[in-house]
């Protein structure tokens, strides 16, 4: 296949099915000599931050020095984002070339198991990233959960040496459950045998506790007295350590005072929102229960530390809080509440408490209500484009009568460009009544007509 026809072949494939079940994609690894386990993996999952804390992840270890594979989702403009490596996005012809070698073992596998079926499309896309990470030879591979965790396909990775949960909260409802104990315990499934860092708290890491405990594998949970997001937090916070050994226990509360006095007690670390600083905080206590950070506090410390800040300077995660000065926009494609919480405290703390101008289009089986609620406060403005796309979108009606309850300006426009530049000029015309930047969110579709239409 050339990169078109693998592009047209994974769009064919069924995205999810009705009975998830790991027995397709532990078997075809099975076939195929388990080529998963030539891979050292960091597994990231969670509700919100996943990505932003792969991003990091594998950023920081670059910055060490290592060759690092970054497997995450969504894409906002091509399928090429969701494989990485140090940084670099996979070729086109090397797409191709990874994709029509899966495709021949999918089919193959297909042909020996007629009741099981090639790869659906996250499978086949993990699959993927299981050739192209083995083929470049990584010292570690970062693989973000694409959906809950239980069933999700990334979950048929074996050689993890951490895993992360960042949080959990309301989302996917119709796949994961009604409950955050429902969902913190589908997230849960991907925990075995490696120590587990989150940033989770309330009922979902009682839930998470309750499986570390049954897994036998210690839990480090990040503890924010000060809220989620202060300027303080890297001040601030503690950790709980359970179901581990006293030595080990020493080992990583020795590591964190190391943290503090040599990364934290230094200059703001460079990061562009708000929420993000939690994100960091997880990426780099996920590194500071590996033994690569043991190998590394052998040689130059302070090295070291100037290497992992440099790292999370250089992560780059577009559409996340992605700042495009020169446009007058902020890109962020927060989809449910905990995501659009995050950002409206990241732009006061920005800004300050003021009014914001928004754009903003979320998906139909978003709870739109619960989304804008935490978004905006009274006098900001909603401006809905209408947007093209395979799913179907809330209409403009739907979000008017919200806003009318949240007391919200909202309007809505045939494109992104109307919505775009009517933005400009409110915000140019009352320069002292809003934010700086207009705000595009509600979902990454949104973001990606915004980069279409920005260049």
Not at 102 to 109: I, N, P
Not at 164 to 177: A, E, F, K, R, S
Not at 426 to 439: N, Q, T
Request: charged fraction near 20%.
């Amino acid at each position: 296949m050339n990169y078109q026809e693998s592009l047209d072949y994974i769009k064919s494939l069924a995205p999810t099915l009705e009975r998830p079940t790991m027995v397709r994609m532990k078997l075809y690894f099975e076939d195929l000599g388990r080529p998963q386990n030539q891979l050292t993996c960091l597994h990231v999952g969670g509700t919100n931050g996943k990505g932003s804390t792969s991003t990091f992840l594998a950023s920081m270890l670059a910055s060490c020095g290592k060759k690092v594979g970054k497997f995450t989702g969504p894409h906002l403009v091509k399928f090429n984002e969701r494989l990485v490596v140090n940084g670099l996005d996979i070729a086109d012809d090397t797409f191709a070339q990874v994709a029509t070698e899966v495709l021949g073992h999918s089919l193959d596998f297909a042909k020996k198991h007629a009741d099981l079926g090639p790869l659906t499309w996250f499978e086949f896309l993990t699959a993927m990233a299981v050739q192209y990470f083995t083929q470049e030879k990584v010292d570690f591979a970062v693989f973000e959960v694409g959906l809950g965790g239980r069933f999700d396909a990334t979950n048929a990775l074996d050689n993890i040496i951490v895993t992360t949960i960042t949080n959990v909260d309301l989302d996917h409802m119709h796949l994961l459950g009604n409950t955050v104990e429902a969902i913190a315990s589908e997230k849960a499934g991907i925990i075995k045998g490696a120590p587990v860092v989150t940033a989770a708290s309330g009922v979902a890491l009682q839930v998470l506790e309750s499986v570390a405990a049954q897994a036998c594998v210690p839990l480090i949970a990040l503890c924010n007295p000060q809220g989620d997001f202060s300027p303080h937090l890297f001040r601030d916070f503690c950790v709980t350590i359970k179901y581990a050994s006293a030595e080990f226990e020493n080992l990583v509360q020795s590591r964190i005072r190391l943290l503090q006095e040599q990364l934290f007690g230094q200059e703001a670390l460079p990061l562009s929102a708000a929420y993000q600083r939690l994100n960091a905080l997880t990426a780099l206590l996920t590194i500071c229960v590996t033994d690569f950070f043991a190998e590394q506090l052998q040689s130059d410390q302070s090295l070291f530390f100037e290497r992992l800040r440099l790292g999370l300077g250089a992560a780059y995660w577009p559409g996340r809080y992605e700042l495009v000065a020169a446009k007058g926009q902020i890109l962020d494609g927060a989809h449910n509440g905990h995501g659009a919480r995050a950002l409206r405290l990241s732009l006061e703390d920005m800004f300050g408490a003021r009014q914001f101008v928004f754009i903003f289009a979320c998906f139909q089986n978003k709870d739109a209500r619960s989304l804008l609620g935490h978004l905006v406060r009274a006098g900001d403005y909603i401006l809905c484009p209408r947007l093209k796309g395979e799913r179907p979108f809330h209409s403009f009606a739907d979000i008017e009568t919200i806003c009318k309850e949240l007391g919200v300006h909202c309007l809505g426009f045939d494109d992104f460009s109307q919505a775009s530049n009517f933005a400009h000029n409110l915000i140019e015309d009352s320069p002292g009544d809003f934010g700086k930047m207009a705000v595009v969110t509600g979902s990454f579709a949104t973001v990606r007509a915004a980069k279409e239409a920005l260049g």
